[in-house]
């Protein structure tokens, strides 16, 4: 199965409110992700509102269902968040098709870990019961520790998403350091939640040139990139980012 791109656009949601008003216009700059060839988008609604605002959330729901009617396409959406009150009202009431739980620790600039089972376990299970119950698609943000991965199933959630920052790193010093970390660590993970039954995505500092090595992990799904692919349309233009990182992939 191909593995699918979904675009996380919090980058343009920055820009927008460092100056206020509306420009750039995040449904603009969507549609020209998806125009591109990208198949989801994703957002992560941070509770100071610093990038995606909660206006957004809503205003994005109704810009992707009339994308695909329109088009006669499905688009997925992607809300990731803390398991809070806030964020779990955000997603009930816009019913994305996946929601995405991620640890959040105060102040962080950007998430950075994954969940610890042994300790986390109670409070994703109440909220994967909870989404499960409304047919919403629950992923869970993970890092590559065995130990901890042999736990995941126990979550309730569908899937998991990899935590790629370090891989990420490490290929930027090297891509046969990036092949090491990639071989020794990410696929006797997925190898572990597959065997669990359930689903893989992954995501963070994904780019055009690492990806070429990750689209080849075991049962690889989904990929959310935001940060580099906006960093990249920077200079040679959205549409081309998101066709080199489609290219990527394949």
Request: hydrophobic share 35%; proline share 4%.
């Amino acid at each position: 199965m191909k593995t699918k791109l979904s675009v996380n656009i919090n980058k343009i949601a920055t820009l927008r409110n460092s100056r206020g008003g509306n420009i750039p216009n995040l449904l603009y700059f969507a549609e020209l992700v998806l125009n591109a060839g990208a198949q989801g988008i994703t957002v992560h609604p941070r509770e100071d509102e610093r990038h995606i605002r909660k206006d957004d959330v809503f205003a994005l729901k109704e810009f992707i269902d009339s994308y695909n009617r329109k088009n006669k396409t499905k688009i997925e959406y992607n809300i990731e968040g803390e398991p809070s009150p806030r964020y779990l009202d955000l997603v009930l009431k816009t019913r994305p098709d996946q929601a995405t739980l991620v640890p959040v620790t105060p102040g962080e600039i950007t998430s950075d870990h994954g969940f610890d089972f042994r300790k986390d376990l109670e409070i994703v299970q109440e909220y994967s019961k909870i989404l499960k119950k409304e047919g919403i698609r629950k992923s869970l943000f993970v890092e590559t520790d065995l130990e901890n991965l042999k736990l995941a199933h126990l979550s309730g959630a569908d899937r998991v998403e990899f935590y790629t920052g370090p891989f990420a790193e490490e290929f930027d010093r090297s891509p046969a350091d990036g092949k090491k970390t990639f071989e020794s660590r990410y696929v006797p993970a997925a190898e572990e939640i597959l065997r669990q039954k359930m689903e893989i995505n992954a995501g963070h500092d994904l780019d055009h040139l690492n990806l070429v090595l990750f689209s080849k992990l075991p049962g690889l799904l989904e990929v959310s990139i935001g940060h580099r692919l906006i960093s990249r349309a920077l200079e040679i233009g959205i549409d081309r980012s998101v066709k080199d990182y489609l290219q990527a992939l394949s």
